[in-house]
């Protein structure tokens, strides 16, 4: 049995795209059972409400015993935990159904079977539920493992992308170095705590998150060292204070910008030019802004993969609620990552 199948076949019960979909398997229901010709006594409305009432009661009901029981019957494998999930389900039901038809009968409402009946409205309530809860549970499994799939794919294809930068990053950064290791021991000594520095950040990359601080210190770590290399011809233009230093992001997300705009903009001006991040809130909104000149001849981005590769992992962290923009024009060159803002109470 697979980790995806021991783990994860049995979905939140608790959680609101689950929930919802049972309101709307009970409303069914409840229609079908308002609809039934052997209930003309009443009208069809009032026999609608009565039905929605009691199958979305026992739908909560339902989902509140499944969502209890749910690390219990994860640990079962898959067919026994699925069978015994499903008993659950029917116990629940027809359980629920005795305790409305005492609780009817004891008020004399006369809603439910007549008297003498009870046996045969809970079984008739406990086979409709063996049915349904079959055919819900099965489309339910099927969804869990379809979403822990593309969840595994995304995340794959997230590593892949972020494994292959790293070389890119490294040559340059050495390179840097050995320029430095003759003339500026020194500073070539610093340079390398700040790569050993970036690269255990690189390294711990892949589970844990990190703050949006952390990769702001990252950041000058990487600028200190370019700025080694290239001297005056990279100027600094940083607006960052109004960014919520207690963020969690995923590592190395905007490093790989301030790279590029250093490495295809401002190292190949023949005078250099000034690298600009500016950092603010709007709104609900982390908005980090980078801006950087290039020669006429390189408007377009020659930055495709660093570019892919940050998008993929705002996509694959934040889904919608965060974006890349880029905007490329003659001479210049911007991009614009804006993430939500989870510090926000």
Same mark, same amino acid.
Request: glycine share 6%; proline share 5%.
């Given at each position: #049995?697979?980790?995806?199948?021991?783990?994860?076949?049995?979905?939140?019960?608790?959680?609101?795209?689950?929930?919802? @979909?049972?309101?709307?398997?009970?409303?069914?229901?409840?229609?079908?059972?308002?609809?039934?010709?052997?209930?003309?006594?009443? =009208?069809?409305?009032?026999? %609608?409400?009565?039905?929605?009432?009691?199958?979305? &009661?026992?739908?909560?009901?339902?989902?509140?015993?499944?969502?209890?029981?749910?690390?219990?019957?994860?640990?079962?494998?898959?067919?026994?935990?699925?069978?015994? !999930?499903?008993?659950? @389900?029917?116990?629940?039901?027809?359980?629920? =159904? @005795?305790?409305?038809?005492? #609780?009817?009968?004891?008020?004399?409402?006369?809603?439910?079977?007549?008297?003498?009946?009870? &046996?045969?409205?809970? /079984?008739? *309530?406990? !086979?409709?539920?063996?049915?349904?809860?079959?055919?819900?549970?099965?489309?339910?499994?099927?969804?869990?493992?379809?979403?822990?799939?593309?969840?595994?794919?995304?995340?794959?294809? +997230?590593?892949?992308?972020?494994?292959?930068?790293?070389?890119?990053? %490294?040559?340059?950064?050495?390179?840097?170095?050995?320029?430095?290791?003759?003339?500026?021991?020194?500073?070539?000594?610093?340079?390398?705590?700040?790569? =050993?520095?970036?690269?255990?950040?690189?390294?711990?990359?892949?589970?844990? %998150?990190?703050?949006?601080?952390?990769?702001?210190?990252?950041?000058?770590?990487?600028?200190?060292?370019?700025?080694?290399?290239?001297?005056?011809? /990279?100027?600094?233009?940083?607006?960052?204070?109004?960014?919520?230093?207690?963020?969690?992001?995923?590592?190395?997300?905007?490093?790989?910008?301030?790279?590029?705009?250093?490495?295809?903009?401002?190292?190949?001006?023949?005078?250099?030019?000034?690298?600009?991040?500016?950092?603010?809130?709007?709104?609900?909104?982390?908005?980090?802004?980078?801006?950087?000149?290039?020669?006429?001849? @390189?408007?377009?981005?020659? *930055? +495709?993969?660093?570019?892919?590769?940050?998008?993929?992992?705002?996509?694959?962290?934040?889904?919608?609620?965060?974006?890349?923009?880029?905007?490329?024009?003659?001479?210049?060159?911007?991009?614009?990552?804006?993430?939500?803002?989870?510090?926000?109470?």
């Amino acid at each position: #049995m697979s980790e995806t199948e021991k783990h994860r076949w049995l979905p939140q019960f608790c959680s609101m795209p689950t929930l919802f @979909a049972l309101m709307v398997v009970a409303e069914i229901v409840a229609l079908v059972i308002a609809m039934a010709p052997d209930r003309a006594s009443r =009208s069809w409305l009032g026999e %609608l409400a009565i039905a929605s009432v009691f199958v979305q &009661w026992l739908a909560l009901l339902n989902a509140v015993v499944l969502c209890s029981s749910r690390e219990s019957l994860q640990r079962l494998p898959v067919r026994t935990g699925f069978v015994l !999930a499903w008993l659950l @389900a029917v116990v629940t039901t027809a359980l629920g =159904s @005795a305790v409305v038809y005492s #609780m009817d009968h004891a008020l004399g409402f006369g809603l439910t079977a007549p008297v003498g009946a009870g &046996w045969r409205f809970c /079984l008739g *309530n406990a !086979a409709i539920c063996a049915l349904i809860a079959a055919a819900l549970l099965r489309y339910l499994y099927i969804r869990e493992l379809w979403q822990e799939r593309v969840h595994a794919a995304a995340k794959a294809q +997230v590593d892949a992308l972020q494994a292959r930068i790293r070389p890119h990053f %490294l040559f340059n950064s050495m390179n840097t170095i050995a320029s430095l290791i003759r003339k500026r021991p020194r500073d070539a000594e610093r340079a390398v705590e700040d790569l =050993s520095d970036l690269f255990r950040a690189a390294l711990g990359a892949r589970e844990t %998150l990190a703050t949006l601080g952390e990769e702001l210190d990252l950041i000058g770590q990487y600028l200190r060292i370019e700025s080694l290399r290239l001297g005056d011809r /990279l100027k600094l233009d940083l607006d960052l204070d109004a960014l919520p230093r207690e963020l969690p992001l995923p590592p190395l997300l905007l490093q790989p910008l301030v790279e590029n705009a250093v490495y295809h903009g401002i190292q190949r001006m023949p005078d250099g030019g000034t690298l600009r991040v500016r950092g603010a809130r709007r709104g609900d909104l982390v908005e980090i802004v980078v801006h950087n000149p290039v020669v006429e001849d @390189a408007a377009h981005p020659r *930055n +495709v993969h660093a570019l892919a590769n940050v998008r993929a992992r705002i996509e694959y962290h934040f889904g919608a609620r965060g974006e890349l923009l880029v905007q490329p024009q003659h001479g210049e060159f911007t991009v614009t990552v804006r993430l939500p803002d989870g510090t926000r109470k």
